[in-house]
């Protein structure tokens, strides 16, 4: 369920921001710095960040529920149905790599369905190194 949530957050806010912009622009903007600030790293050996972190996210998704309260944007950032996210696998396979410290996983949506993949021999320090030398 977690992994449908990271999925369906990347594709909503796409699909969300411009229209959330032009019809509310500033909680809109509200909305991206907590978002911006909430995606930071949390280092957990420093108490004092690590609970500033944590109350923008819950900031931010307070602003979540502010955010359906305007008309047209009563779904904003809620967990994908299932059917919803298999559509956009119609035009073929997607694929999302998903590498933390804890684990690595990809999640593969066609149009028959969505499924986890474990990649257990991929970490972060492996998956960071193997970016930096694609994309230098």
């Known amino acids: ?35 911006f600030r909430a995606s930071r790293p ?3 050996e420093e ?12 900031d931010a998704a307070h602003d979540f529920e502010a955010i359906r309260l305007v008309s047209g944007h009563e779904d904003f950032l809620l967990e994908p149905r299932t059917d919803e996210l298999t559509t956009y696998g119609k035009g073929g396979a ?32 492996h998956g960071n190194s193997r970016l930096k030398h694609k994309f230098q």
């Open 1 to 35: 369920m977690g992994r449908g949530i990271i999925l369906g957050y990347m594709i909503e806010i796409r699909r969300e921001m411009p229209s959330l912009k032009r019809d509310c622009p500033a909680l809109a903007e509200r909305f991206e710095t907590l978002r």
């Open 42 to 44: 949390v280092k957990v």
């Open 47 to 58: 108490a004092a960040i690590r609970e500033q972190v944590l109350q923008e996210r819950g």
């Open 94 to 125: 997607i694929i999302v790599v998903n590498i933390t410290d804890i684990g690595a996983d990809a999640i593969l949506v066609t149009a028959n369905g969505i499924k986890e993949i474990p990649l257990p021999k991929l970490s972060l320090t």
